[in-house]
């Protein structure tokens, strides 16, 4: 009985939620503007019973996928039967509406992570901040009911089966590529929660700022996963061999990685010196607004994109409206609320301060660029100039440039000290890595080409130019302990005494090292496979071969393979190169039964310098196969190096410094000051 | 004050970008603009679905306005098309069917069954048309002006709503 009626009680359940949500809301907010408690101390339970609630209705809905139940119009549409169990389970946010539900479960299991992690902070800083995350809970509550019901039933004409969920998310990818996105964007919603509840409460020292980085630094690092989840997912899902379309959903979580990036960069700032408050609390504002603004780009259909959702305008109104209202309010409250003195703390042209500003706008304008790309076609359709398409060519035109200019100064940026930094220093302690990197940029790419390529030498140069100066600071430092311990009269001979300084050096600075070189490794990914990639289009019949670059590609075997949802043409391909051990790849071309939709799967031999990369298109008239295949020098690089950057982001939370910050006042902190030059101290994040 | 209104910038900048926005919205979300537009129908040889012999070619879109749609017996959204299609060529719309990856006989009985609307329809088995035109899936259909340029690209089926508010305005507006 209780079966039976499971979405049903799914749908209870997100009710309930929903009332909890409204509470969560307003009764901690007017706790804290009336100094009330015990309002306040509404904020935590209800933060809990509305995460159980949540739990309960996504558990009910993956209930209903796991029992083929029908019945509900949103199993009908995006299950089968016949779908393996794995993909029952990840199909619940295969489409629009479950995966808002996992939007917002995501966010209530923010709200509760923050509840049990900040028993240390001020009782009216914690209501103010669940309260907006109440806030947009309630939102986005009200939404799935009012629009996107994933519990609604298809009754009495109950479907026999199931239409399957879309082939092309029938894939590992998808099964860890949106709840890994939705941790990011949602987990933004935390910081701009704290900068929200800092304007409200009056209190925009630097210690909301302190308490905000950690959830930032987390939110951010689940991002980067997920955005090189997605990019790795299109690869070799979409089976083009392309990692990055500039397509509309891909800016759109692009977005706010730019934007929280930034972020990221002037929490510090704040943190550490007190200066660039507004600024900080707008970027925070900003970030947020940006996941929201992607969810409404991809959601509405707006814009046409590979991953867009089923459409209906009445769903695009509803989030336009919560978009407008949230980053509406909370730019008011800004403009109202936030502090009209100037900080006083000045710095020099060539400082870290500066140097994090430059970062910052750079970044800022990164994010300008792509958001005027993403939304141009949409502008100029609004005015009636006509509809255009932007593509590829303006955004490598305008992005590679601001990286490189950006990674100019990452490469100063972790060497400057606070406030001021002399020039003739900085020159002195990077002047060898600059030559160095420039040297090594220019003749790599003729030993690894054979020729020279602009792009190639330019993407090495900024990589080298990162890890040298990264390499000179962390050199620098291992030296410095070493003086410190002949200064106080204990010389240290033994070998570990020459890296004394490493002991000192934080793990907030060794995150900050592992993520800015994860850039480089990035970096060099995206040089080398734009630049080297081999791709050649063959026809083949089984029998046959073709060399392409170096390898010999024979198809030795074409059959057909029935598969537990799909048939499959599948063609093996002998894999031979001179010297080398042979090996067998194995494309297809699935036809998908339930939905009647043909895809290609694509053979892929990872490694780490080089991917083949095959993929079976066409019968040709005659019988033969049409093939792509691809060679893909360092692909694997980009995502290595978006790993690296989210493990950075994470070690820099992990800090003891975070652990311990609590018991210290917030007065005492926004004084605190750190000596320039005091090594591993210094680690900005 | 003066920099009270500063701050208030970012706030205008916002309620710009929203009004952009919801401008956006009213807009006809299916619409999705095919790389193809405003470029010829590519070139084709295939023969009809009724009769194995009879090869057709470009020259089968000249002279008049035709709606090319791309379907297949096994695709269910093609049926719930087939009613908005029979009505479009009742009023005088040259219709094209291009059977995409479909069996002959399999085609023909999805057409006994649910209506021809269709002048003439060719047979892809292979999707090689399809490959050409960029079909994402079926249905799809394309507008094809009197000098054989794609002009309008519809995915997804076409809604008895889209008939009347797309598909015969685009008809009418390239009619020579």
């Known amino acids: 009985m209780l079966i039976r009626i499971l979405p049903e009680l799914g749908h209870f359940a997100l009710i309930l939620a929903l009332a909890m949500a409204v509470l969560q809301a307003i009764v901690p907010l007017w706790g804290a503007a009336t100094r009330r408690p015990l309002w306040m101390a509404f904020a935590q339970p209800m933060a809990w019973g509305q995460f159980l609630f949540l739990v309960l209705a996504y558990l009910s809905l993956t209930a209903s996928f796991a029992l083929d139940d029908f019945s509900v119009a949103y199993v009908a549409n995006n299950s089968n039967s016949l779908l393996p169990w794995y993909y029952k389970l990840s199909a619940v946010w295969g489409s629009h509406e479950g995966s808002v539900l996992l939007w917002v479960l995501i966010l209530s299991g923010w709200s509760f992570a923050v509840s049990l992690f900040s028993q240390r902070l001020p009782r009216d800083m914690l209501a103010r901040v669940l309260g907006v995350m109440g806030w947009i809970s309630s939102g986005f509550l009200l939404f799935i009911l009012l629009t996107s019901n994933p519990f609604e039933r298809l009754l009495p004409n109950v479907p026999t089966d199931g239409a399957d969920l879309n082939p092309l998310l029938q894939d590992f990818g998808l099964i860890v590529h949106p709840p890994m996105l939705y941790m990011g964007y949602v987990g933004f919603s935390v910081v701009f929660a704290f900068a929200m509840a800092a304007l409200l409460g009056g209190r925009l020292d630097a210690a909301w700022t302190r308490w905000a980085r950690p959830w930032t630094n987390v939110a951010w690092a689940f991002l980067t996963v997920g955005i090189a989840l997605g990019s790795w997912w299109a690869y070799y899902e979409l089976g083009w061999g392309g990692w990055w379309f500039w397509d509309p959903v891909e800016n759109a979580s692009l977005l706010p990685w730019l934007a929280g990036t930034a972020l990221i960069h002037s929490l510090a700032v704040t943190e550490k010196r007190g200066t660039f408050k507004n600024w900080t609390v707008l970027l925070a504002i900003f970030t947020f607004s940006?996941?929201?603004?992607?969810?409404?780009?991809?959601?509405s259909g707006v814009l046409t994109s590979v991953h867009a959702f089923a459409n209906d305008p009445s769903r695009g109104t509803f989030i336009l409206a919560l978009l407008g209202v949230t980053v509406g309010l909370s730019l008011a409250i800004f403009a109202l609320r936030a502090p009209r003195v100037?900080?006083?703390?000045?710095?020099?042209?060539?400082?870290?301060?500066?140097?994090?500003?430059?970062?910052?706008?750079?970044?800022?304008?990164?994010?300008?660029?792509?958001?005027?790309?993403?939304?141009?076609?949409?502008?100029?359709?609004?005015?009636?100039?006509?509809?255009?398409?932007?593509?590829?060519?303006?955004?490598?035109?305008?992005?590679?440039?601001?990286?490189?200019?950006?990674?100019?100064?990452?490469?100063?940026?972790?060497?400057?000290?606070?406030?001021?930094?002399?020039?003739?220093?900085?020159?002195?302690?990077?002047?060898?890595?600059?030559?160095?990197?420039?040297?090594?940029?220019?003749?790599?790419?003729?030993?690894?080409?054979?020729?020279?390529?602009?792009?190639?030498?330019?993407?090495?140069?900024?990589?080298?130019?990162?890890?040298?100066?990264?390499?000179?600071?962390?050199?620098?430092?291992?030296?410095?302990?070493?003086?410190?311990?002949?200064?106080?009269?204990?010389?240290?001979?033994?070998?570990?005494?020459?890296?004394?300084?490493?002991?000192?050096?934080?793990?907030?600075?060794?995150?900050?090292?592992?993520?800015?070189?994860?850039?480089?490794?990035?970096?060099?990914?995206?040089?080398?496979?734009?630049?080297?990639?081999?791709?050649?289009?063959?026809?083949?019949?089984?029998?046959?071969?073709?060399?392409?670059?170096?390898?010999?590609?024979?198809?030795?075997?074409?059959?057909?393979?029935?598969?537990?949802?799909?048939?499959?043409?599948?063609?093996?391909?002998?894999?031979?190169?001179?010297?080398?051990?042979?090996?067998?790849?194995?494309?297809?071309?699935?036809?998908?039964?339930?939905?009647?939709?043909?895809?290609?799967?694509?053979?892929?031999?990872?490694?780490?310098?080089?991917?083949?990369?095959?993929?079976?298109?066409?019968?040709?008239?005659?019988?033969?196969?049409?093939?792509?295949?691809?060679?893909?020098?360092?692909?694997?690089?980009?995502?290595?190096?978006?790993?690296?950057?989210?493990?950075?982001?994470?070690?820099?939370?992990?800090?003891?410094?975070?652990?311990?910050?609590?018991?210290?006042?917030?007065?005492?902190?926004?004084?605190?000051?750190?000596?320039?030059?005091?090594?591993?101290?210094?680690?900005?994040? | 004050m003066r920099r009270r209104l500063l701050l208030l910038i970012p706030l205008l900048l916002f309620a710009v970008l929203v009004v952009f926005l919801y401008r956006g919205l009213a807009k006809d979300p299916a619409a999705r603009d095919s790389a193809l537009l405003a470029r010829e129908f590519p070139a084709f040889n295939l023969a009809t679905l009724d009769d194995p012999d009879r090869t057709l070619d470009r020259s089968l879109l000249e002279g008049q306005v035709t709606l090319v749609n791309v379907w297949g017996e096994w695709c269910p959204t093609c049926k719930q098309e087939m009613p908005q299609l029979l009505a479009l060529a009742e009023r005088g719309v040259r219709l094209v069917g291009v059977d995409y990856k479909d069996t002959r006989e399999n085609g023909l009985q999805f057409l006994d069954e649910f209506g021809n609307p269709f002048e003439v329809s060719l047979f892809d088995p292979d999707g090689t048309l399809g490959f050409d035109l960029g079909v994402y899936g079926a249905p799809e259909s394309f507008l094809v002006d009197a000098e054989g340029v794609i002009r309008y690209h519809h995915t997804g089926y076409i809604t008895p709503q889209d008939v009347e508010d797309v598909i015969l305005p685009e008809v009418k507006k390239w009619q020579p």
């Not at chain 1, 940006?290 to 959601?299: A, C, I, N």
């Not at chain 1, 019949?541 to 170096?550: F, K, L």
């Not at chain 1, 298109?617 to 989210?646: H, T, Y």
Request: hydrophobic share 45%; glycine share 12%.
């Open chain 1, 290 to 299: 940006l996941s929201l603004l992607g969810t409404f780009l991809v959601r």
């Open chain 1, 342 to 685: 100037q900080s006083l703390a000045g710095f020099g042209w060539l400082s870290r301060d500066s140097l994090l500003l430059i970062n910052n706008i750079l970044l800022v304008v990164m994010t300008v660029t792509v958001l005027l790309g993403t939304i141009y076609p949409l502008l100029l359709d609004a005015l009636g100039l006509g509809k255009i398409s932007v593509g590829p060519p303006y955004f490598n035109a305008l992005f590679v440039p601001l990286t490189a200019l950006l990674c100019l100064f990452m490469g100063l940026g972790p060497l400057a000290r606070w406030k001021r930094m002399p020039g003739r220093e900085l020159a002195r302690r990077l002047g060898g890595a600059a030559i160095v990197a420039v040297v090594v940029a220019a003749v790599l790419p003729l030993l690894y080409g054979g020729s020279f390529s602009l792009g190639v030498t330019l993407g090495l140069l900024l990589a080298l130019w990162l890890a040298l100066s990264l390499a000179r600071d962390i050199f620098d430092k291992a030296r410095r302990g070493r003086f410190d311990k002949t200064r106080r009269g204990r010389p240290d001979r033994s070998r570990r005494g020459r890296l004394g300084g490493l002991k000192k050096l934080t793990l907030a600075y060794w995150g900050m090292v592992v993520g800015h070189l994860g850039l480089a490794v990035t970096i060099v990914g995206v040089a080398m496979v734009s630049h080297y990639n081999v791709e050649r289009n063959v026809r083949l019949a089984p029998g046959q071969s073709v060399e392409v670059g170096g390898y010999q590609f024979a198809m030795t075997d074409f059959r057909e393979r029935r598969g537990p949802n799909y048939t499959a043409d599948t063609a093996t391909i002998e894999v031979t190169r001179p010297g080398r051990a042979s090996f067998t790849m194995q494309p297809e071309k699935r036809f998908y039964v339930a939905s009647g939709m043909p895809m290609t799967d694509v053979a892929l031999r990872p490694g780490l310098f080089s991917d083949l990369y095959v993929a079976l298109g066409e019968r040709l008239d005659n019988g033969d196969w049409s093939l792509r295949i691809q060679l893909k020098p360092f692909v694997r690089w980009l995502w290595l190096g978006a790993l690296m950057m989210a493990a950075g982001g994470i070690l820099a939370v992990i800090d003891r410094r975070y652990r311990r910050m609590p018991r210290r006042s917030a007065a005492l902190r926004t004084h605190e000051s750190i000596p320039p030059g005091t090594g591993a101290r210094e680690g900005i994040s």
